[in-house]
């Protein structure tokens, strides 16, 4: 059976695009001509047996004004899209004496009517909506000239479609060559026969797409008032319109996931740089959710499958926070996947992206809290990185996704980008040895300034710099903590009478006890959580009771049975 593409012009002073496919979508005839009688020539070989000829023009035409049912139905759904359709009335000089699509056909011998069954057949089609669908577009390509719209624009966007089509379609010379005529095309007119062919092949794919789904088009219209047939979104489009309902209810999720994490981090004292979220965008997620690879859907349940809907990040400022990070979320919530960005590129021999992603959900505890009842059953990407690793994602991602690179600038961008990822890679190593240097000699502290109290004349807590000092003498094996921790917990000892290194030294000599194999922690607590233990063990439901806790009251008593056993 043969697959045919007509880009019909209305008049015949335009070119026409004609365009033939196999059952194995293998492009056997492609050309540009402008008679009826021209078109019938060129598919007189393919047009004699079974074939389904995909029309793009009107073939049906009876409203006095205005557009057709067909055309405001089918431009409600993709208008999103900047699909939507042009109005076909009788009051326009083209269908004064029926359509031009109804000749064609007829002078073909074909049956218009999109329900037969009979062997040789016509449908008329849109390009524009049905390379959204097979391409998952998040809208068309602006490649049909129009004012402020100048050759490169027209090129790169022609060069777009064809590069698309060339992953459904096996090509032939005739497609080299168009492809090489756009490429050293000087004047916009010597896109516009490129571009009808090149309509011809998606209206031939079209046809080929129906015969091989029939379930997965839709027609707009009907055979009588005039009818479109086009490849559906009817999965992406009913969830898209569902997710803009949930959306609000994300939002909040969102935001509580933030909090949820933040909280996490800051109780197990782990050092980071910054916890932001976001939710993801209406249009970014109907995009998704209609991506397509030959034209199969990737999402058959978007909804459910697509799992960045809510994002979270974490950034810290060196390679083994981000392990300690991913680590304690795995102790704190339940880890459905955990993927090592960095560690993929690295297994195939390359520098690159960098990133820890982790998708989480609440565990059986925060699940039953009414507390969190916003984010039960929903799932968040927990994206966890070094400050070093976000600059490279960050600019790489403006650079290729958002910029628009020439391409003879591509690979020479390639190679700077792959050297900046193994730049990075070292420094990150750099600064990771610094730190460890610093914390096996004793000198503590943490990264960032710690927040100042000789600000304040008589202020008799514990200079927050010089705990940190004392803590990496004490723990010398726990990470550093974030610095606005060290001013926090000096506040606590102030509360329990303690104003000096040497009574909190007093007090620490008192404890025996290996309180980290007793809490049994998966992740490595920072320098001021183990402090936090310290005190909590000496000083029990005293500290407890701290107004400095009153947030946290119920965790500290929680971790207090587990400190008695």
Not at 25 to 33: I, K
Not at 321 to 350: C, F, H, I, N, P
Not at 540 to 562: S, T
Request: proline fraction near 4%.
């Amino acid at each position: 059976m043969h697959h045919i593409g007509i880009d019909l012009a209305w008049g015949e002073r335009q070119p026409t695009g004609v365009a033939v496919l196999d059952d194995d979508a293998r492009l056997l005839a492609l050309a540009a001509v402008r008679t009826d009688e021209e078109i019938a020539a060129v598919l007189a070989p393919y047009a004699d047996g079974d074939c389904l000829v995909a029309i793009d023009a009107p073939l049906i035409v009876i409203n006095p004004t205005g557009s057709r049912a067909a055309e405001k139905a089918l431009s409600k759904d993709f208008r999103r899209f900047e699909a939507g359709t042009h109005p076909s009335n009788l009051a326009k000089p083209e269908f004064a004496d029926g359509t031009r699509g109804a000749r064609v056909s007829s002078l073909l011998g074909l049956d218009m009517n999109p329900r037969s069954g009979r062997a040789r057949r016509a449908i008329e089609v849109y390009p524009h909506p049905a390379t959204v669908v097979l391409f998952g577009l998040p809208r068309t390509l602006k490649y049909k000239a129009k004012a402020g719209r100048d050759l490169e624009l027209l090129r790169g966007e022609l060069l777009i479609l064809m590069t698309h089509l060339e992953s459904v379609v096996t090509t032939e010379v005739t497609w080299a060559d168009l492809r090489a005529q756009v490429e050293t095309a000087t004047r916009k007119s010597q896109l516009r026969v490129v571009e009808d062919q090149v309509d011809a092949v998606v209206c031939a794919y079209v046809a080929l797409f129906r015969q091989r789904h029939p379930e997965r088009v839709t027609t707009y219209g009907d055979f009588e008032t005039g009818y479109i047939v086009t490849p559906s979104l009817p999965d992406a489009h009913a969830a898209t319109q569902e997710y803009a309902a949930q959306q609000p209810a994300l939002v909040e999720a969102g935001q509580q996931y933030v909090a949820l994490v933040t909280a996490i981090l800051d109780e197990a004292g782990i050092n980071y740089l910054s916890v932001s979220g976001r939710t993801k965008g209406v249009q970014s997620f109907a995009k998704k959710a209609a991506k397509n690879v030959d034209g199969q859907l990737v999402y058959t349940d978007p909804l459910r499958e697509i799992t960045d809907q809510i994002g979270v990040r974490v950034i810290t400022y060196v390679h083994s926070d981000v392990d300690a990070v991913a680590d304690l979320l795995g102790d704190q919530v339940v880890v459905k996947d955990d993927r090592d960005m960095g560690q993929e590129t690295a297994s195939q021999g390359r520098f690159g992206y960098a990133s820890r992603h982790l998708l989480i959900e609440l565990d059986a505890v925060r699940e039953s809290d009414r507390a969190y009842a916003a984010l039960r059953g929903r799932v968040a990407q927990v994206q966890v990185r070094t400050v070093l690793q976000h600059a490279w994602a960050e600019f790489e991602h403006d650079i290729r996704y958002k910029g628009d690179v020439p391409a003879e600038h591509a690979w020479d961008l390639d190679r700077r980008f792959t050297l900046a990822a193994g730049l990075l890679e070292l420094a990150d190593r750099e600064f990771s040895t610094i730190r460890e240097r610093l914390r096996s000699s004793g000198t503590g502290g943490s990264v960032g300034a710690a927040a100042r109290t000789d600000e304040v004349p008589d202020d008799p807590r514990i200079d927050p710099r010089e705990l940190a000092a004392f803590l990496a003498g004490q723990y010398d094996d726990a990470g550093w903590s974030r610095t606005d921790h060290y001013a926090w917990i000096s506040g606590l000892l102030l509360e329990l009478g303690i104003t000096s290194l040497d009574e909190l030294a007093e007090v620490l000599r008192a404890l025996t006890d290996d309180l980290n194999a007793r809490m049994d922690y998966r992740y490595p607590p920072g320098a001021v959580r183990r402090l936090d233990d310290a005190l909590l063990a000496a000083y029990a439901e005293r500290y407890v009771d701290l107004h400095g806790n009153d947030h946290r009251r119920d965790a500290l008593a929680a971790r207090l049975a587990k400190l008695r056993g």
